[in-house]
């Protein structure tokens, strides 16, 4: 009780010494502003500089998840030029749902050592776009001692940062150089049946089939795509035929498509047919009836002639077997 009495008195004197309670309650007032402010200079300056700190992490986050779902391809690429001038050719998709910008093309010529670069670009593509950048589009580099006969490697980078390759079609490439300048896109190969081989027929629905009806008049339609090691265009004559021998036939048996032009959906009397360096084109061969073929499995053979520049150039390619009903 004697403590309790002591701390009494003390708590009266003092409130009663208004100089001493006065000097608390201003220590207390100035400790708790001094809170307020070290609070609010924590709210003003670190949170700001924390939150900014997160949003970059956030973008910064964002742009890799971006240049990671990058999805493009450049297909088909063709280079020409000489005299350290190379100009290159490709087919550019974006398979991705971003929009994508090119920004450069790297080309290394491996027969020289040499690397050539076109920093210029400004190259978009929508997501799902395709843009054949031929002709006029063509990208332009400069590599000593370079020309369009040596072996390259080239690679577009967008303005993410991602690198990609340009292909070209090797396993058909490799084939060509065993067999010829020309060579056939097998996945491409259909067929039309119309009701007559004049000048002027509508051809109907393609159908993309290895079986024919040797009682209707068939047109052929195949992808040619030129190969050739000069890289110059090869011009198909008249002479140019698809045919086929029935196998084990007692006496002869063939069939032959002539080589035909197709001009807006309709039969045309053929001239020539021009095979750009590297392009696929589509040839016509027909129309007509394979009666004598009809209940066998027949192989067809493509038979081309023409000319590569002044020259003379024949060339029979191995085909595909269609069975005829």
């Known amino acids: 009780m004697s403590t309790h009495s002591s701390l009494r008195k003390d708590l009266r004197k003092l409130i009663a010494n208004t100089k001493g309670f006065s000097s608390v309650i201003g220590a207390t007032f100035m400790v708790l502003v001094m809170l307020v402010l070290a609070t609010s200079i924590f709210l003003q300056t670190l949170l700001p500089q924390n939150t900014e700190y997160f949003q970059s992490v956030k973008e910064k986050n964002q742009l890799e998840v971006d240049r990671l779902n990058e999805k493009l391809s450049a297909e088909n690429v063709t280079y020409t030029g000489s005299g350290g001038k190379i100009s290159i050719e490709v087919d550019v998709r974006n398979a991705c749902p971003l929009f994508v910008n090119l920004t450069t093309l790297w080309v290394f010529d491996a027969n020289v050592g040499n690397y050539g670069i076109n920093d210029t670009l400004n190259i978009g593509l929508k997501p799902g776009e395709t843009l054949s950048l031929r002709g006029s589009k063509a990208i332009n580099v400069i590599i000593n001692g370079s020309d369009a006969s040596h072996i390259f490697n080239s690679w577009f980078i967008t303005a993410r940062g991602n690198a990609v390759p340009l292909k070209e079609n090797i396993i058909v490439a490799q084939v060509a150089e065993g067999i010829g300048s020309i060579a056939m896109d097998l996945k491409q190969f259909k067929y039309y049946i119309v009701p007559n081989n004049n000048d002027g027929t509508d051809i109907s629905t393609p159908h993309y089939s290895f079986t024919l009806d040797g009682s209707k ?86 038979l081309l002639f023409g000319k590569i520049g002044g020259t003379d150039y024949g060339q029979n390619v191995p085909f595909i077997a269609i069975r005829v009903t």
């Open 217 to 302: 008049y068939t047109l052929l339609c195949v992808t040619l795509i030129n190969l050739d090691l000069s890289h110059q265009s090869i011009n198909l004559t008249k002479d140019s035929y698809v045919w086929a021998v029935t196998p084990f036939a007692q006496t002869l048996k063939s069939e032959v498509w002539s080589i035909r032009k197709v001009v807006n959906n309709k039969l045309a009397t053929f001239d020539f047919q021009i095979l750009e360096y590297g392009k696929p084109t589509l040839v016509y061969f027909g129309a007509t009836q394979a009666s004598r073929s009809q209940g066998n499995v027949v192989p067809l053979f493509i």
